[in-house]
């Protein structure tokens, strides 16, 4: 006989007969996907436990039984009854779990292990079991060489929620990871290790160079991957990427095949960023800026056939290019140099190479002396000048940085050198004038960190501005949200503002350039863009004969120019039949730092238009940088980095997730060790409300109470009304948390989403509901009353956990394992359903209740009151109020510390009345306290007296410094504000105890 039994909650079932034999055992396997759910046996538990089972611990897809068994059932119901054994889990992830019922709180070191289980489960792959719309994340690929900071923690902290939530939900979630090969940090790291054995990399040669690399990658490539899983990220790993796989390669080639003969893509000398020590040029958006201490040399122009005294002076921060100097200009309203107009000046230094003295609205006349020397092959704005007017272009500099011929006698000398002779040598000639300190702008290369140098070089570019207009078309018309919304106004801005995009690097790591010269031919007017080495020499062969020889060009692509393609390139494209293309691209949502929307982000979205006909995602979701308690950036040199694993091992990964997830979108969060603390107490919080949950369950042999337990349902108004006061309270205040919290993930509110659960956890479920279920499991002759707290309990933290599972996903785990009710995995869980029935009614009521109880702990606060010591209360309210109050008599006397026996409920005043304290709870709720309950009123009025004597001696000498003319007009105004403070402080004290003292001395004195 077979039945499908519910293997939640008995997974281990015995049939004993009274004489405690065993008869008959049978196994349940807790694999959902199994079909071995059903195993054979001849016995099941009573059909009245089954057929009203709570949906909670039994979902209505495993709640059937064959009509066999209920047959046998009745046979032997007078002779067995069932006992239920320790609830196993699974051979598959036995000893991967801990119960809190054994373990004083939640061990980090478990979660390494629940993180395997997850992945050899297969829970972080998609699946279409429950829906057709997929949820996709492209992962930002951090690269090869990285190691884990705390702006990886916070990506994978932000994208894991929102797949853990979605997954949840029953969509097929797809988070794609992978890494980026890191053109130039990758080439450095792999220089130094070889300059660390006395090579270098052109002592190799490129092939085995690469080799190199590759077997580095190998080695230590898969660091920031292990790292990332650590902080328990649910993606796909068996679809993980590396940006130079051979596929991701073919679409890289493919992409720059396509713009090439779109027209898109030209070679050309330019003025570009020049990075001497990586000896490769690096994008305007690789360069940062830095302000640090300089100089501004003044240095006198001759005007040619003008007398001695007839000189421009130009305050320049770099002399060395006055060499690669084609004109002087100046202002044309500047009336001090107006006659120099149209003559020529004679560049220093230079055996007297005269340049023109031009006019030009550029020219700043506040800057230094108003006049600007125009050396366009060495600065972006000369050089923009220079094209407009038509100036010639003069290189001084080799690509190593140091001086040319063009430099003449300086030819050779590194840059900073020639600046430090050119200047002593123009001292020398009295053509300096003075050299004052200058706080520069100096722009360094973001990966090397050295200064780099504008300076003309053939460099393969990318036109952008009809890759632009598409993109800005995307989220004029709504096809793309960029959140927070203030980012598209800096999305627009630049895209409006774009420039041709450098593409090409001088390394050998990274995807090689797909274009080939001909042997003896001009390289700039006779090349080939192919897919492959073979379609090129047979491109070539058709056009100057099958002799012909081709080489390829030695650069590489922009790391960049593949990272734009990474959303459908790691899909399967340019191959649109594929299956993960079709199936998942468009992708959902890019989430990312906002310092790389334009590195990264505003080039995706170009792509992907271009290439695909669709924007590559449809949300933007920009989070801020992580910067220390003060708000600084986190930096060696402060010595205030907080390293994300070593706050792993002290605080949990839990708790990290907890704290970063509660920033706001795109701005900064400082990160402080007292916030990691407060939510590691958050996470013991957790833990220990599942421990008192799990040793206030029924015996597991105690069946007719967990068939008790079954009763109560949660998803009617009927059955939620039948319910007591506390607990359709804390039911209907979960309702309405699930509707408030999942519209805040579905609007990526997630700073929202943290605070709202805890706050409903902490403020409502453990410090009141818990606490008033002990009425009902500790202080109640009703069994009926305790069932029905087990069953809340269960059900309201069951439905926390799952809330809570995408921002802490370990511990809920964890707990949710430990629990009768779980499922197979918590994040393989269906999400709470929302518009849940809740009663506000109840919600008002059980909050007089709770302002009631508020009032009498502050009264037995402010009298001392032993905390075990139980005092008599009435209760004074209309009938309406006294009718529920009274009926949670058992809480309020719990949490209250009243006396059971003498608590009164009734509608007006008692006899006592002027001998109790009067508390107004709320309108239309008091309580009167007896004294002589909580205080022995004679000693009290003593201690009172002399309370109240300090407290005058210390009032009457405050006002005396205040009545002192000189204390008032001499201190510092806020020491004078500082007793004014205290005074009136100190003023309602004594008020308070006069008014305490006086009822005190008329109770005495009835």
Same mark, same amino acid.
């Given at each position: ?20 034999q065993t008869?008959?055992?049978f196994?349940?396997?807790?694999s ?8 054979s ?8 436990l089954?057929?009203?089972l709570n949906?909670?611990f ?7 039984f064959?009509?066999?068994l209920?047959g ?6 007078s002779k067995?009854k ?18 809190p ?6 061990d980090f070191?478990n ?10 489960q297969g ?6 079991d429950r ?9 930002p ?6 190691? !884990? ?19 949840m ?39 085995e160079?690469a080799k190199?690399?590759w ?12 790292q ?5 990220a649910?993606?796909?790993w ?12 073919? *679409? ?14 030209y070679?050309?000398s330019?003025l ?10 690096v994008s305007?958006?690789?360069?940062e ?18 007398s ?22 100046v ?11 149209g ?9 007297g ?22 050396s366009?092959g060495?600065?972006h ?8 007017l038509g100036?010639?272009? %003069? ?26 002779? %050119?200047?002593?040598?123009l001292?020398?000639?009295? %053509?300096?004038? #003075?050299?004052?300190?200058?706080? !520069?702008?100096?722009p360094r290369s973001?990966?090397g960190?050295?200064i ?9 570019f ?9 993109a ?15 980012f ?12 041709d995009w ?17 042997v003896?031919k001009?390289?700039?007017?006779e ?33 960049w ?9 790691? !899909? ?6 594929a299956?993960?293309?079709?199936r ?6 890019l ?10 982000v ?28 003060q708000?600084?950036?986190m930096?060696?040199?402060l ?24 920033g ?9 060790v ?24 029924p015996?597991k ?8 337990l ?11 009304l039948?319910?007591?006061l506390?607990e359709?309270?804390?039911?209907? #205040? ?29 403020a409502?479920?453990a ?7 002990k ?73 007089n209740?709770?302002a ?6 502050n ?5 001392s009151?032993?905390?075990? #010591?139980?005092?008599? *209360?009435?209760?004074?309210?209309s ?12 809480v309020?006397?719990l ?6 026996q ?26 009167y ?6 205080v ?26 205040l ?6 007009? #001499? ?5 004078v ?30």
């Amino acid at each position: 006989m077979h039945a499908q039994f519910h293997s939640q909650f008995f997974p281990f079932c015995f049939l004993v007969d009274v004489s405690g034999q065993t008869k008959m055992a049978f196994y349940l396997s807790l694999s959902s996907s199994s079909s071995a759910a059903a195993t054979s046996c001849c016995c099941a538990p009573p059909s009245s436990l089954y057929s009203r089972l709570n949906p909670l611990f039994f979902p209505q897809r495993r709640r059937n039984f064959t009509s066999t068994l209920s047959g046998l059932r009745r046979r032997r119901r007078s002779k067995t009854k069932f006992y239920t054994v320790a609830a196993a889990v699974s051979a598959e992830n036995a000893g991967v779990f801990t119960s809190p019922e054994t373990a004083k709180s939640f061990d980090f070191a478990n979660e390494e292990r629940i993180y395997k289980w997850w992945e050899s489960q297969g829970y972080f792959k998609p699946s279409f079991d429950r829906g057709s719309d997929p949820f996709v994340v492209p992962m930002p690929p951090p690269n090869v060489t990285g190691s !884990l900071h705390m702006g990886h923690a916070m990506f994978v902290t932000l994208e894991d929620i929102m797949v853990r939530y979605h997954r949840m939900k029953g969509r097929p979630t797809l988070w794609l990871p992978g890494t980026d090969h890191a053109g130039i940090a990758t080439q450095l790291v792999v220089e130094r290790m070889l300059a660390s054995e006395g090579i270098q990399r052109v002592d190799l040669g490129r092939e085995e160079f690469a080799k190199r690399i590759w077997d580095w990658k190998e080695k230590y490539g898969g660091t920031i991957t292990n790292q990332i899983k650590r902080l328990g990220a649910s993606c796909d790993w068996t679809r993980e990427r590396f940006t130079l796989d051979a596929e991701l390669s073919r *679409a890289v080639v493919e992409a720059f095949v396509r713009l090439h003969e779109k027209g898109l893509i030209y070679q050309g000398s330019y003025l570009v960023n020049w990075s001497p020590n990586l000896q490769t040029a690096v994008s305007d958006l690789e360069v940062e800026y830095s302000q640090e201490p300089g100089a501004l040399y003044y240095i006198k122009y001759r005007v040619a056939g003008g007398s001695r005294d007839d000189y421009l002076t130009i305050a320049t921060t770099r002399p060395e290019t006055l060499f690669g100097d084609t004109a002087v200009a100046v202002n044309p309203e500047d009336e001090r140099y107006s006659k120099y107009i149209g003559k020529m000046a004679i560049v220093p230094l230079t055996f007297g190479r005269h340049v023109p003295i031009i006019s030009d609205k550029y020219v700043d006349k506040d800057f230094g002396t108003g006049v600007l020397k125009i050396s366009p092959g060495h600065d972006h704005n000369d050089y923009l000048l220079a094209r407009k007017l038509g100036l010639p272009i %003069l290189n001084v500099m080799n690509k190593d940085a140091t001086l040319n011929e063009v430099a003449g006698l300086y030819c050779g000398l590194d840059r900073f050198e020639a600046r430090k002779k %050119l200047w002593s040598d123009l001292e020398e000639t009295g %053509l300096a004038v #003075k050299k004052e300190a200058y706080n !520069l702008r100096v722009p360094r290369s973001q990966r090397g960190g050295e200064i780099v140098e504008p300076l003309i070089s053939k460099q393969w570019f990318v036109t952008m501005e009809p890759l632009a207009e598409k993109a800005l078309k995307a989220v004029e018309k709504g096809e793309l949200t960029i959140m927070p919304e203030r980012f598209e106004k800096i999305y627009k801005h630049w895209l409006s503002n774009i420039k041709d995009w450098c593409i090409s690097r001088q390394l050998w790591w990274g995807h090689r350039i797909p274009v080939w010269y001909i042997v003896g031919k001009d390289s700039e007017e006779e090349y080939i863009v192919a897919r492959n080495g073979a379609e090129a020499l047979e491109k070539a062969q058709e056009k100057y004969g099958k002799h012909v020889e081709i080489y390829q060009d030695p650069d590489v692509l922009d790391t960049w120019f593949s990272s734009g393609l990474w959303p459908f390139s790691t !899909l399967g494209w340019p191959d649109v039949s594929a299956e993960d293309f079709k199936r998942f691209y468009p992708t959902s949502i890019l989430e990312t730092g906002h310092d790389i929307l334009f590195f990264w982000v505003a080039r995706m979205v170009m792509m992907g238009i271009e290439f695909t006909g669709t924007v590559p995602f449809t949300n933007v979701y920009l989070h801020g940088l992580i910067r220390d308690s003060q708000g600084r950036k986190m930096s060696k040199t402060l010595g205030n980095v907080i390293d994300p694993l070593d706050t792993i091992q002290e605080y949990g990964t839990d708790a990290l997730r907890f704290t970063l997830a509660l920033g706001t979108p795109g701005q900064d969060l400082n990160l402080s060790v007292e916030r990691l603390a407060s939510n590691k107490a958050f996470t013991n919080k957790l833990w220990n409300a599942g421990k008192f949950i799990l040793q206030n369950l029924p015996s597991k042999s105690d069946l007719s109470s967990w068939e008790a337990l079954s009763i109560y349902k949660f998803d009617m108004v009927e059955s939620l009304l039948k319910l007591p006061l506390a607990e359709r309270w804390v039911v209907s #205040k979960l309702h309405i948390l699930i509707d408030t919290v999942t519209s805040s993930y579905d609007k990526y509110f997630f700073g929202d989403v943290g605070r709202e659960l805890y706050d409903f956890f902490w403020a409502d479920f453990a410090d009141w509901y818990i606490e008033a279920s002990k009425a009902r499991l500790y202080h109640s002759e009703s069994q009926s009353r305790a069932s029905v707290a087990q069953s809340v309990l269960l059900y309201v933290f069951g439905n926390i956990l799952k809330m809570l599972h995408p921002f802490m996903p370990f511990v809920t785990e964890e707990l949710w394992q430990a629990l009768p009710s779980r499922e197979e995995a918590l994040m393989a869980s269906a999400w709470p359903l929302t518009s849940l029935p809740r009663h506000v009614e109840s919600i008002k009521q059980f909050e007089n209740l709770q302002a009631l109880t508020r009032s009498i702990r502050n009264i037995r606060a402010e009298y001392s009151v032993e905390p075990a #010591k139980r005092i008599s *209360a009435s209760i004074v309210a209309s009938s309406e109020v006294i009718e529920y109050i009274s009926r949670e008599k058992e809480v309020l006397a719990l949490l209250c510390r009243l006396d059971l026996q003498n608590m009164i409920f009734t509608d007006s005043a008692p006899g006592n009345a002027n001998q109790s304290v009067h508390i107004v709870a709320s309108e239309g709720l008091e309580a009167y306290l007896p004294l002589a309950d909580m205080v022995d009123i004679s000693s009290e009025v003593e201690r009172l007296s002399k309370r109240l004597v300090k407290m005058q001696a210390e009032y009457d000498g405050l006002m005396a410094r205040l009545s002192s003319p000189s204390f008032v007009e #001499k201190a510092p105004e806020h020491i004078v504000r500082g007793v004014q403070e205290k005074a009136r402080e100190a003023e309602e004290k004594l008020t308070l105890t006069r008014n305490q003292l006086a009822f005190l001395e008329s109770s005495v004195l009835v």
